[in-house]
């Protein structure tokens, strides 16, 4: 490839909000066929907010929320941040964790007063015992509005669930018909639930998604695709997507996601809107087309 029209590429992509870190990436996106994308934070806008706290009997919502707050505290994760910022809107008083732990992709745990704490799924809350089931009622109406649905252990007994919404971006819609009609093959992949999953893929007209995704594993899906020959683009945002993007034939960031998914994308997205892969497509095809 002649480094003048690559030149001339980056810069267009430049105007149109579309960084396109190196050459690889501008010559490999014409050829991309299949796109994965992340839920939280690509397709949608990363915002979590609780929009609902349902006690298990012997807990209070103000008492389990304050609970909750207290141990997500120390966490970095979205969820936690929108259970730490309801708290503080409604004044609880949020106490000190001792024993913090937070395994990748299933929750956290600690002491919150003397008590064992967990929040997270349902299915590593019901590997260390906790019986989830009078929690699914609840959980399950939230996950089928597309909300995320985390559950609160006490003492290893079930203490409650928090609904936690996070609203789909206004460009999603139009840039996932946009990228339907190149043709792109688009797969959602996420950590979270299937329910939420599978409402969230519907709303969006998502034929195939993968839900329950530990972070590990969405590298693994990209590298399954490309040995079945696809060219795959990524789109994420999060430290989670890292490993993903860099596997990746092009590594696509949210602008505003994390920085270290930004390092590890070819592409980055300044306004984080998914239009941007279509017009980084075109261009690709653009200049190779002028270097062929
Ligand atoms: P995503 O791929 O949607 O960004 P993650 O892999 O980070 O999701 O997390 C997957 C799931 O693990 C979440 O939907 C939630 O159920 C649980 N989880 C992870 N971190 C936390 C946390 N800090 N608090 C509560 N639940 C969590
Ligand atoms: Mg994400």
């Not at 260390?128 to 089931?133: L, N, S």
Request: proline share 3%; charged share 25%.
């Amino acid at each position: 490839a002649t480094p003048m029209s690559i030149m001339v590429g980056v810069g267009r992509g430049a105007q149109a909000g579309v960084l396109i870190k190196n050459a690889e990436a501008l010559e490999r996106l014409e050829k991309v066929d299949t796109l994965l994308v992340d839920k939280t934070g690509t397709l949608t806008e990363g915002k979590p907010r609780v929009a609902s706290v349902t006690p298990a009997p012997g807990f209070d919502e103000k008492g389990l929320l304050a609970m909750a707050a207290s141990l997500e505290r120390p966490s970095q994760h979205p969820l936690a941040a929108a259970i730490v910022a309801e708290a503080a809107a409604r004044n609880l008083l949020v106490e000190e964790v001792a024993d913090f732990d937070a395994p990748s992709g299933k929750g956290v745990t600690g002491k919150v007063g003397g008590r064992q704490v967990m929040i997270g799924k349902a299915a590593w809350l019901a590997e260390h015992g906790v019986d989830t089931g009078a929690l699914t009622e609840a959980a399950d109406k939230a996950r089928r509005e597309g909300a995320t649905a985390v559950l609160v252990a006490v003492d290893g007994k079930p203490a409650g669930s928090i609904a936690i919404a996070d609203q789909v971006k206004a460009s999603t819609a139009s840039a996932l018909a946009a990228l339907r009609a190149k043709g792109l093959d688009v797969i959602m992949l996420t950590g979270d639930n299937r329910v939420t999953a599978e409402a969230i893929a519907q709303r969006l007209g998502i034929a195939h998604f993968e839900a329950d995704v530990l972070p590990a594993d969405k590298q693994a899906v990209v590298e399954r695709l490309k040995r079945e020959g696809k060219v795959v683009a990524m789109a994420g945002d999060g430290v989670n997507d890292a490993p993903a993007l860099a596997a990746a034939d092009v590594g696509v960031a949210m602008g505003g996601g994390t920085d270290v998914a930004i390092e590890s994308a070819g592409v980055t997205l300044i306004g984080g809107d998914l239009t941007g892969i279509v017009k980084a497509r075109a261009l690709s095809h653009a200049t190779m087309a002028n270097i062929r």
